[in-house]
């Protein structure tokens, strides 16, 4: 499975400023069928480790505060 090497460069971005992981939120993790989300070790939030998605969307439902957004390639839409 290829990994991500840049955070930001991946379907699934979390906004580090409204992501609560660092206080035990897992929920995106969790719910992703894929397990392609992670704790990133050095900020304590959320992550997107591996470029594999399936725009499945559970992890932008059902985020608590709304800091994950699936982006969705406009071919998909």
């Given at each position: 499975m290829p990994v991500a090497s840049q955070i930001t460069a991946v379907p699934v971005v979390i906004d580090e400023d409204k992501c609560i992981a660092d206080k035990g939120c897992t929920t995106c993790i969790d719910v992703c069928p894929l397990d392609?989300?992670?704790i990133d070790e050095r900020s304590g939030k959320a992550h997107m480790k591996y470029d594999e998605c399936w725009y499945?969307?559970?992890c932008e439902k059902d985020c608590p505060t709304d800091a994950v957004t699936v982006n969705i390639p406009y071919l998909l839409k």
């Open positions: 392609v989300l992670w499945c969307m559970p």
